[in-house]
């Protein structure tokens, strides 16, 4: 699993019984041939069977693309088709791909019992347990298990002309990762996966060379922003990890909204406010629900790097053990220096 999976197994709504599983699986498989399926964004064509659903879509993640593959299922109960598995495959900025698969196994463990989920790890990291377009792959299975049900998953890794690739593959119940079958089938689909030897995903290229490469920088910051005199919470789930490059996290097992962690040089402030669905622009701090805080004859947007007022913070690039605020509101002095008393309270929680 991963920082970005997490967020789609905890809205994946699998609500089948095995009975229904057991039925439909069969039908499934016996009423569907295979096709190839080409995808010039990645360079990349795969066999897929023929039933499976693709989505090509745009996320909130960098404005870039990420590829799903659903397997989906009639429900003879609910008279409606479930998603039984799903494979997804994106870039991501690595040069070592087992590396950043032991970072991935690490978390995924850091993150037992947010949210209700907890996260086993069922098998250590394989290397070239499937030959994806002839490079080495590194790969673990994990079991997650969640109110909305249980499910198995795989992360794999691999780098393929200088792109690191990340996939993942889930399926639920769990014990339909052994059924022959899918696991048939699931190894026919990774085995025939080809990428062109001559290209790489380029408008992720454009989005990266802005910044260092990932993992060129590991800073972290205080943050603390203040709207007319309530603190904004951003320790909750929808704000946790939304850039890899720069992000605020859970901290020992807690949801944590005001340390933000930077894993790349060059990154601004801008990129995490990005990632969030936030912005500061034209005197207003916009919030992920558009709500508007702007500078008028009353009501002032202001901010503090390390005590110290800056007339811009989208640009600005964080360093270790910087503490920002960002206030707005009618305040005088004292509150400003209160704030600032209180930001400076404020654990900076490193990992």
Known sequence: ????????????????????????????NNETGW???????????????????????????????????????????????STFARMGIWPVDITDAKGYLEDEKEYDLSINGVDGTTIKIIEDIQENKYNISSVPSYSYLYLATSEVGDNVGEIITFIHNGQGYKLFTMVAPPNYFDEPQYSE??????????????????????????????????????????????????????????????????????LDGTTIHKHSTKVPMSEFFKSIKMDISNGCFITDTNQRYCDNEDYNLRYY???NETKDIMNYVLQDDDRILITYGKQNSNEIKDQLRE?????????
């Open 343 to 351: 930001l400076n309270t404020i654990s900076i929680n490193k990992k």
């Open 305 to 307: 790097v390390n005590g």
């Open 35 to 81: 096709k190839n399926y080409t995808n010039n964004y990645f360079n990349l064509t795969i066999e897929i069977p023929s039933g499976w659903k693709v989505t090509d879509e745009t996320t909130r993640f960098y404005d870039d693309k990420n590829l799903y593959f659903d397997y989906e299922i009639f429900d003879k109960d609910r008279l409606s088709y």
């Open 185 to 254: 089938d699931l190894r026919r689909v990774l085995n025939s996966i080809k990428l062109d030897d001559a290209n790489k995903p380029s408008p992720y290229y454009l989005f990266v060379s802005k910044y260092g490469e990932l993992g060129s920088a590991h800073e972290h910051a205080a943050l603390l922003i203040n709207l007319n005199g309530t603190n904004l919470d951003l320790a909750q789930q929808p704000y946790m990890v939304r850039s890899n490059y720069i992000h605020i996290e859970s901290f020992n097992g807690k």
């Open 1 to 28: 699993m991963s920082k970005i999976t997490f967020a789609f197994i905890s809205i994946l709504l699998i609500t089948l019984t095995a009975i229904a599983y057991n039925q439909s699986f069969a039908q499934t």
